[in-house]
Every structure is written in C-alpha cells, then in structure tokens.
C-alpha cells in the first residue's frame, strides 16, 4: 500500500465523516491486505456481502486485482456513496446494490467475503447465510470472512461496547444479535470445503479473526 492510497480513496467521498472513516480504515485496518492476500491470483468474480461504502472493492481495484466485483448492502445510503465513489474513480467491472442479505443472496459463481457483519444476524440467519454464500463459491474459489469471536477475552468485551458503539452513532443501522464461536464456524462451513480460522486484530483492540472456507 503507498502512502497516497488512504488519501485517493477516501477523497470522492463527500463527508467529512465517510472520508475519516475511510482514511483510517485503509491505514489501520489488517482486514484489507488480508483480503488482498486470499484473492490475489484469482480470476473468479467477487461477491461482497454487506459492502458498506465499497472500500474492500476500491482497494483490490487499486492494489491491481481485476476481476468483476459486485458489492451488496441493505443500507442504500452506503451503496449511493459507493456507487458515487465507484464512478469518480473510475474503476470498471464494479457494481453495487441495495440487498437485505437476510432475503437471500443474487446469483453468483465464485469468491465470496463477508465482513463484518454477521453479528447482526440470529444464529438460524447465519447459518442460512452462511450455507448460502458457500454455495456461491465456486470450485477453486473461497468464501472469506472476517468476524468477533465468541469466547471470554478481553478483545470481545471491547469488540461488543465497540458494535453497540457504531448502532448509537447511526453508522450500523443494528445491534448486535449473536457473535459466532470457532466452533460454530467450523460445524457450519466444513461440509463444504477446508475451514481455516486465524486471529486478525493486528494493532486493534478488537477480537477479530479471519475465517476462510477454500473449495477443492
């Protein structure tokens, strides 16, 4: 990541807000290059679900990684600023839409990522959305997500006050429902494929690991 790249990305957004928020994401966050690591050498189509503002698509189009990405979000007003985003970028082969991911997912065969945004969901909707988002991933492909986990840390506390946080500032439109553990990961996804769970707090304080089903 070059110095500059925090700074293009978060510049066509139009608040202050978006434009912190981007900025430090992009600077503070492991989630992206861990992301860019899973997917680099793959030319299958990426479907993002629960994309916010577009920012894990813009990244991987600025890192060099070319194949289409569809992003999805239930807050239209993230997939406006996402869509303005996109054009004045000009990045290509992105699209972006307003979809409760809760009703389904769109068709789709290949990379999967969910980010985020699990903890929203009960546990019959996750693992409904997960045994749907594994069925998108194509052979050769992987569903990567990246969650808090469930268990008696510290990180979880901060993680938990952290989401609540976000909900009384209007940035999530939710509480938090249910934080899913390892376990439930690992029951859930391994019907489908091989399951790797890594811890991915980097400099955060907060309990968050990568979780990556890879399809033979």
Not at 140 to 146: S, W
Request: hydrophobic residues 40%; aromatic residues 10%; charged residues 25%.
């Amino acid at each position: 990541m070059t110095a500059e790249l925090p700074k293009k990305l978060a510049a066509p957004f139009p608040g202050i807000w978006d434009r912190c928020y981007v900025g430090s994401k992009v600077k503070t966050d492991p989630l992206y290059g861990a992301v860019l690591d899973e997917l680099s050498g793959s030319p299958l189509p990426l479907l993002d679900l629960g994309c916010g503002l577009g920012l894990l698509a813009f990244y991987l189009r600025e890192c060099g990684l070319n194949f289409p990405i569809h992003g999805v979000d239930y807050d239209s007003r993230k997939i406006a600023s996402a869509r303005r985003a996109s054009t004045a970028l000009k990045h290509r082969d992105l699209s972006f839409d307003t979809h409760d991911a809760r009703k389904g997912l769109p068709e789709h065969s290949g990379n999967v990522t969910i980010l985020d945004i699990l903890q929203f969901f009960t546990p019959e909707q996750q693992e409904k959305l997960l045994g749907l988002a594994a069925s998108r991933v194509a052979p050769g492909g992987k569903l990567v997500i990246r969650s808090g986990l469930r268990d008696d840390s510290r990180r979880f506390k901060v993680t938990v006050f952290c989401d609540y946080l976000a909900k009384l500032t209007f940035w999530m439109k939710a509480a938090p429902t249910h934080y899913p553990s390892a376990e439930e990961f690992e029951r859930i996804l391994s019907p489908h494929g091989q399951v790797r769970v890594s811890p991915l707090w980097g400099g955060t304080p907060f309990n968050n690991h990568l979780i990556v089903l890879e399809k033979a």
